[in-house]
């Protein structure tokens, strides 16, 4: 049985980029008549809200995406643990309070754009107590080889995730479990065969796979798609609160969202209202676009603003 889904962060209400990632991660799974879960990642205590989490199971649902199960991240916190305990044994985690202005000196840019950590706390043990006992924020010690592996779209993935991120946090200084750790362990414990997801994420997929192989874990079929993009002054970055859910919903139908976003993914030539029952018919991956778009959203409508106005999101190496 094939299973895939879909995992937003619940710091905000959904906006148009997490509707698009989830009609293509529903179309995906339908059009294979795979399991689907939706897991809301709600780990962050600084930037999570139990309110979003309801708010995006609301957006979703009115958009017409169903789900078969639901989780919700924090309810899973035997499972992070028992990953820890198992990375622990195994020798590989280690303390590290190193504060981001220390590390910014002479530090190489990962991949996406953000610091490389350049492993200096890797002589580090645990506090006699283990991990539980310790108060500073913990990190895993990856294999310092190359992950080799290709996307199913073809988008080269490969990279050395320890030397061109740096081992990465998997439990904070507040005790919260980090996002890559959970990300892998949820995966797994969901019996997860496809993962479906935004460009932005692709850069982050070999930290993940070498987690998997830390904790003996299978790796999914990943697959990454377009992303929708804003104009912010002069450049253009990933859509974000400009145009939430709630905001979209005061002003156009659910149909004409759907009908919008299959026109952005590139499964419509116009964005003619329609539903994701509609576009499940002929749903397939060679329909839908690679290149990523630009989206306003004035006076109550979404338009799609013409490529060439320069900038561009990073791309994955
Ligand atoms: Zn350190």
Redo the contacts with the bound molecule.
């Keep these: 049985m094939e299973v895939g889904r879909f995992a937003p962060s619940t710091t905000g209400r959904a906006h148009a980029g997490t509707l698009l990632a989830a009609l293509l991660c529903w179309l995906d799974a339908r059009s294979r008549k795979a399991e689907l879960w939706l897991r809301l990642e709600d780990l962050d205590p600084d930037r999570c809200r139990p309110q979003w989490s309801e708010g995006i199971r609301d957006d979703l649902a009115w958009l017409g995406v169903d789900f078969d199960r639901i989780v919700e991240q924090h309810d899973l916190a035997a499972q992070h643990e028992a990953a820890l305990d198992r990375l622990a044994e195994a020798g590989l985690l280690y303390?590290?309070?190193?504060s981001r202005s220390s590390?910014a000196e002479g530090a190489v840019r990962a991949p996406d754009g953000s610091l490389g950590y350049p492993n200096?706390?890797r002589g580090?043990e645990l506090a006699r107590g283990g991990w539980r006992a310790s108060c500073e924020p913990l990190?895993v010690r990856l294999p310092d080889s190359g992950i080799f592996l290709r996307d199913e779209s073809g988008l080269d993935l490969s990279q050395q995730p320890a030397s061109s991120f740096g081992d990465p946090i998997v439990r904070r200084r507040d005790g919260a479990i980090a996002y890559h750790l959970a990300v892998v362990v949820d995966d797994a414990a969901s019996g997860v065969t496809r993962v479906v997801r935004g460009r932005d994420l692709a850069p982050s997929t070999a930290t993940q796979v070498a987690l998997q192989r830390l904790l003996g874990l299978p790796t999914p079929v990943y697959r990454h798609h377009l992303l929708l993009l804003e104009e912010r002054g002069e450049k253009l970055a990933k859509l974000h609160g400009s145009a939430g859910a709630d905001v979209l919903r005061a002003s156009l139908a659910a149909e004409e969202v759907c009908g919008f976003l299959a026109c952005a993914a590139g499964l419509r030539s116009a964005a003619e209202p329609t539903t994701p029952h509609d576009l499940l018919h002929d749903f397939c991956w060679e329909h839908a676009g690679s290149e990523d778009r630009v989206v306003r959203f004035e006076a109550g409508r979404l338009e799609l603003v013409p490529a060439a106005s320069g900038g561009g999101y990073p791309r994955s190496p």
């Design positions: 303390p590290c309070a190193c590390l200096r706390c580090r990190r």
